[in-house]
Nanobody
Framework: QVQLQESGPGLVKPSQTLSLTCTVS??????????WSWIRQPPGKGLEWMGA???????AYSPSLKSRIFISRDTSKNQFTLQLSSVTPEDTAVYYC??????????????????????WGQGTQVTVSS
């Protein structure tokens, strides 16, 4: 069974870059047809799909974040990472990494649900504050 675990700082200052890592165990991030996503949930709001990296290393990003987001991977460590630049307090959220087999539909990108992804990390709280 694939397991995911997020790690990174819980507090980031405004204008800085938020960096999180997702470590995958129980499976390889290069396994064909897998897509690995970053999803967040601001306080009092629903889930927001941020972006994903495929088993082959291709990336896709939410249009609303495209100018600030970068997702990469380290296949030797079986990890993928999120970098979000120029953060503001509106980026305060619980950040999740998630994996699924098969491409991510436009509907899921617009309004992701827990059931859309087969594997989830526990989530990590990130607060943007000075």
């Amino acid at each position: 069974q694939v397991q995911l675990q997020e790690s990174g700082p819980g507090l980031v200052k405004p204008s800085q870059t938020l960096s999180l890592t997702c470590t995958v165990s129980g499976g390889s991030i290069t396994t064909n047809y897998y897509y690995w996503s970053w999803i967040r949930q601001p306080p009092g709001k629903g889930l927001e799909w941020m972006g994903a990296i495929s088993a082959s290393g291709r990336t896709a990003y939410s249009p609303s974040l495209k100018s600030r987001i970068f997702i990469s991977r380290d296949t030797s460590k079986n990890q993928f990472t999120l970098q979000l630049s120029s953060v503001t307090p509106e980026d305060t959220a619980v950040y999740y990494c998630a994996g699924k087999v098969g491409s991510i539909s436009i509907a899921t990108m617009a309004a992701p649900a827990k059931a859309d992804f087969g594997s989830w990390g526990q989530g990590t709280q990130v607060t943007v504050s000075s």
